[in-house]
């Protein structure tokens, strides 16, 4: 069974920075895509920013509202995602989910996605 | 970037209605769209991909149509289960965006 668990969220104070984790089983994590979203309580979803594999470079790309301040990164041998978030703000404050690139050749269609972690921003 | 909107933004229904949903993109993007289902406290769920393509393990009542800027999903006749929000999200260009969501109770 192919399954996402995302870990590290938590409160953390304004300024300061949080790793978040998405450690994955059930498929072989280093063909796909991840991509991490994030969802402010009671509103909509946002996509922050994806991972390639290694046969395309592992490059990544970012929301404009997160570019400089976070970095995604893989540890394929570990079946691990990573979000680096640093300089955080309050607006941050939200469920952040990772997901899989729904085909190994897909890049902009995520199934399936983890359960999500929440991160708090607040003084 | 893309502009997702979605009509309307809540949508009251009873089981065993049809229901249809909209989304439409502020610039052509093809068929490039996907639909995806989020129960409370839970993640999104995969429904529709390229915009009329059922995913695995979805069922059958579920279906999407559409392209260009204009697209639907259609719940054939609703379930129980099937009382939740529905997202379009474009794949067309980054950053992926999403409709703001359709709350169907």
């Known amino acids: 069974e192919v399954q996402l668990v995302e870990s590290g969220g938590g409160f953390v104070q304004p300024g300061r920075s949080l790793r978040l984790s998405c450690t994955a089983s059930?498929?072989?994590?280093?063909?796909?895509?991840m991509s991490w979203f994030r969802q402010p309580p009671g509103k909509g979803l946002e996509w922050v920013g994806y991972?390639?594999?290694?046969?395309?470079?592992?490059?990544?790309e970012y929301a404009a509202s997160v570019k400089g301040r976070f970095s995604i990164s893989r540890d394929d041998s570990r079946g691990i995602a990573y979000l680096q978030m640093n300089s955080l703000k309050t607006e941050d404050t939200a469920v952040f989910y990772c997901?899989?690139?729904?085909?190994?050749?897909?890049?902009?269609?995520?199934?399936?996605w983890g359960q999500g972690t929440l991160v708090t921003v607040s003084s | 970037d893309i502009q997702m909107t979605q009509s309307p933004s809540s949508l009251s229904a009873s089981v065993g209605d049809a229901v249809t949903i909209t989304c439409r993109a502020s610039?052509?993007?093809?068929?490039?769209l996907n639909w995806y289902q989020q129960r409370p406290g839970k993640a999104p769920n995969l429904l529709i991909y390229?915009?009329?393509n059922l995913q695995d393990g979805v069922p059958s009542r579920f279906s999407g149509s559409g392209s260009g800027t204009d697209f639907t999903l259609t719940i054939s006749s609703l379930q129980p289960e099937d009382f939740a929000t529905y997202y379009c999200q474009q794949s067309y260009s980054t950053p992926f965006t999403f409709g703001q969501g359709t709350r169907l109770e």
């Open positions: 991972i390639r594999s290694q046969a395309y470079g592992g490059t990544t």
């Open positions: 610039q052509s993007i093809g068929v490039f």
């Open positions: 390229t915009a009329s």
């Open positions: 997901a899989r690139a729904r085909g190994s050749t897909s890049l902009a269609t995520f199934a399936p």
């Open positions: 059930g498929f072989t994590f280093g063909d796909y895509v």
